[in-house]
């Protein structure tokens, strides 16, 4: 357990490094918790600081998942060693869980984060590539049906585990657990989206909705509808 332990709050530091922080300070001490929505993720970055910034925020975001899943579980930590009770498949989905939860809670900036989209998808490159293209296809029919940002991610979130209930069970069992409990927690991280949606004050995004007919522009109001 103390390997699991380890390797665990290693990953959990790992996500706990915010690309919108890193990039800010490389910006001169931006910090988009500030500004726009509040939320460190990359749709605030976007909106507030434009495409390049975004897309350096999301690859800091997306690559921390990649090192919590795919370089973590391996590492030879001194005086630890490995522990032959662990499986091994199960320390890997340990560590892509810490790494999203140090973006979401991160421990270096008051546990003030995204909310954990990107990582996710960090995570997937390294334990099952093959899930990226459904998950992108579906958030973005969502996005471009509805124009909510929020609302995309989380239906993408859940149809991971739908996918994976299909396809791959019974032998994708750890897998598919991980992504019963992420995407559960996607939706509980979103929350604050489903309450704006309800009371119709959610910022939605008319312009990419182009498989339906725009109708009047509803109340545009900057939210935290961040996905990652």
Same mark, same amino acid.
């Given at each position: 357990?103390?390997?699991?332990?380890?390797?665990f709050?290693?990953?959990?530091?790992?996500?706990?490094?915010? /690309?919108?922080?890193?990039?800010?300070?490389?910006?001169?001490?931006?910090?988009?918790?500030?500004?726009?929505s509040? !939320?460190? /993720?990359?749709?605030?970055?976007?909106?507030?600081?434009?495409?390049?910034?975004?897309?350096?925020?999301?690859?800091?975001?997306? $690559?921390?998942?990649?090192?919590?899943?795919?370089?973590?579980?391996?590492?030879?930590? @001194?005086?630890?060693?490995?522990?032959?009770?662990? #499986?091994?498949?199960?320390?890997?989905?340990?560590? +892509?869980? /810490? +790494?999203?939860?140090?973006?979401v809670?991160?421990?270096?900036? =008051?546990?003030?984060?995204?909310?954990?989209?990107a990582?996710?998808?960090?995570?997937?490159?390294?334990?099952?590539?093959?899930?990226i293209?459904?998950?992108?296809?579906?958030?973005?029919?969502?996005?471009?049906?509805?124009?909510?940002?929020?609302? #995309?991610? %989380?239906?993408? +979130?859940?149809?991971?585990?739908?996918?994976?209930?299909?396809?791959?069970?019974?032998q994708?069992?750890?897998?598919?657990?991980?992504?019963?409990?992420?995407?559960?927690?996607?939706?509980?991280? =979103?929350?604050? !989206?489903?309450?704006? %949606?309800?009371d $119709?004050?959610? =910022?939605r995004n !008319?312009?990419?909705?182009?498989?339906?007919?725009? /109708?009047? @522009?509803?109340?545009?109001?900057a #939210?935290?509808?961040?996905? #990652?």
């Amino acid at each position: 357990m103390l390997e699991l332990g380890s390797k665990f709050l290693i990953s959990y530091l790992i996500g706990s490094l915010m /690309g919108s922080m890193i990039v800010g300070k490389l910006r001169g001490g931006v910090d988009i918790r500030e500004m726009g929505s509040g !939320n460190a /993720g990359g749709t605030n970055a976007l909106r507030t600081q434009g495409i390049a910034f975004a897309l350096a925020v999301i690859v800091i975001d997306i $690559g921390k998942g990649v090192i919590g899943a795919g370089i973590v579980p391996g590492l030879e930590l @001194p005086f630890i060693g490995t522990d032959p009770q662990i #499986s091994r498949g199960w320390l890997t989905l340990c560590c +892509a869980a /810490g +790494a999203v939860f140090g973006h979401v809670w991160p421990v270096y900036h =008051h546990f003030r984060g995204g909310k954990g989209a990107a990582t996710l998808v960090g995570t997937l490159v390294i334990l099952s590539p093959a899930l990226i293209l459904p998950l992108l296809l579906v958030w973005a029919w969502t996005l471009t049906m509805t124009g909510y940002v929020g609302l #995309s991610t %989380m239906v993408a +979130a859940v149809a991971l585990p739908v996918w994976l209930a299909v396809t791959e069970l019974p032998q994708q069992q750890p897998l598919f657990i991980y992504c019963v409990i992420m995407a559960l927690l996607i939706v509980y991280w =979103h929350s604050s !989206n489903i309450k704006r %949606m309800r009371d $119709g004050t959610e =910022h939605r995004n !008319n312009k990419l909705m182009i498989f339906r007919r725009q /109708g009047k @522009p509803g109340k545009e109001k900057a #939210s935290d509808d961040d996905a #990652s």
